[in-house]
């Protein structure tokens, strides 16, 4: 039975300290964003399952194991396992005027039913981008270095970029055959999945974990050899001109990336601070047909669980936590001064100042409340003091208290923050 108060398995709250990291991450990624020239797309988290199952492959993990899929209306649904998808199925809407040269971003909750261990969660955030302009070697290394950029940005430091290509056209089914060969007289050695996969989706057969499986991997020509020679050209450029602009990668001829909608240029970037589950990001080129709409594109998503805990593990978090603004206290001491106090604390918020009060209780409950949330200063007022016209203002960090006429109070606090 589950509790009431539980939540779900994979799927967590992120509350205060934490929040101001996740607040301060997508703070940064939406100004490094805005200098690639992207602009936001918040799309639906429920989408039709057509919308997923046609793009990412129904062959998939994802598709085949992953989905949270439901039915409403006699129409299957399902919660979004990943961005590009519902991207694409807003491009296809649009004409393509709109859609030429489009660079938007996203960020946003994502769900997969994976079995949950370190790093794999059910509920988990991607920061993506998908950019639909003409393909080309040097957008794809426009989009990978931006990706290296964010990183940096977020204070990272050193990930590998594992760089490969699907191919396109042709390449796939000549990749599928020659893999199927090169399988065929192996096939007793490879797991009962994987035997599974060699018709169903080849590919997969190099992503195998299991030992036996990895061994026969290991001596399998190239997927890239079955290749047409302008394939191998175009990630030669990509390589290039990741040169130019100084990002450092890796060839991996064997990277499988697990969505099916990608052709030519594919990555991944890990992170030696995670575990297993070591991808922090990954992206590629792709292309796409959505109500009848062939769409290509190139993109990336990053998942901020383990940016999170990336800079956790590297002891950066806490250089990212913004300090909050100066916390001014107000404490009542009777009806009138609690009432007066409720205005007071609007007008100085009116002039730029957090504040909160307690109501109600003693003096001392009031100020070990104002203690409790890290109060700058308390703003102390009862009878006298309404009577007076005058307010105690003590520094909480030194003690110091002296009376200052209401008129200057407001000036005096957004003074002493500056
Ligand atoms: P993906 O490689 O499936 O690509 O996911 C991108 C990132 O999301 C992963 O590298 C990982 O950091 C994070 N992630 C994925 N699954 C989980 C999980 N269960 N728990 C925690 N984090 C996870 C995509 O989703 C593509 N849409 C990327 C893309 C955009 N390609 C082109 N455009």
Not at 172 to 177: G, P, S, T
Not at 401 to 408: I, T
């Amino acid at each position: 039975m589950s509790s009431p108060l539980q939540s779900v398995q994979g799927m967590s709250d992120i509350a205060a300290p934490d929040v101001r990291l996740w607040q301060r991450l997508e703070e940064i990624a939406r100004a490094t964003l805005a200098r690639y020239g992207f602009e936001e797309l918040r799309t639906p988290i429920v989408e039709f399952e057509s919308v997923f199952t046609r793009s990412i492959g129904s062959t998939t993990d994802v598709v085949q194991k992953e989905m949270y899929v439901f039915e409403k209306g006699g129409r299957r649904l399902a919660l979004r396992p990943e961005g590009t998808a519902g991207v694409m199925r807003y491009a296809a809407g649009l004409g393509p005027m709109e859609t030429a040269g489009a660079r938007w971003f996203y960020i946003g909750p994502m769900f997969r039913s994976e079995r949950p261990q370190a790093g794999r969660r059910r509920q988990f955030h991607q920061c993506g981008v998908e950019c639909l302009e003409p393909p080309s070697p040097l957008v794809d290394a426009e989009i990978l270095a931006l990706q290296v950029d964010l990183l940096r940005a977020w204070g990272l430091g050193e990930c590998e970029v594992r760089l490969s290509t699907r191919g396109a056209g042709a390449d796939a089914a000549r990749v599928a055959e020659g893999l199927r060969d090169a399988l065929a007289p192996r096939e007793a050695e490879l797991c009962e999945d994987c035997r599974r996969r060699i018709n169903e989706n080849v590919l997969r057969v190099l992503d195998c974990k299991q030992p036996a499986c990895r061994a026969v991997v290991e001596t399998l020509p190239e997927p890239t050899s079955f290749m047409d020679e302008t394939s191998r050209t175009y990630l030669a450029q990509v390589a290039e001109h990741l040169d130019d602009l100084q990002v450092k990668h890796v060839r991996d001829p064997l990277l499988v990336r697990g969505l099916d909608y990608y052709e030519h240029t594919v990555w991944e970037i890990t992170n030696s601070a995670l575990g297993a589950q070591n991808a922090v990001a990954g992206g590629g080129r792709y292309r796409m047909e959505l109500g009848g709409r062939e769409l290509t594109g190139v993109g990336f998503a990053i998942g901020l669980e383990r940016v999170v805990s990336v800079l956790q593990t590297l002891g950066r978090a806490e250089e990212l936590l913004v300090p909050g603004a100066p916390l001014v206290w107000l404490v009542g001491l009777g009806d009138a001064a609690q009432r007066q106090n409720l205005s007071l604390m609007q007008s100085l918020r009116t002039a730029g100042l957090t504040c909160r009060m307690a109501t109600g209780g003693s003096m001392k409950s009031q100020m070990r409340a104002a203690n409790k949330a890290g109060a700058a200063w308390a703003v102390i007022r009862g009878d006298d003091e309404l009577a007076g016209g005058v307010a105690a203002l003590k520094n909480m960090e030194t003690g110091e208290q002296a009376n200052v006429p209401l008129a200057e109070l407001a000036g005096k606090l957004t003074g002493a923050q500056k």
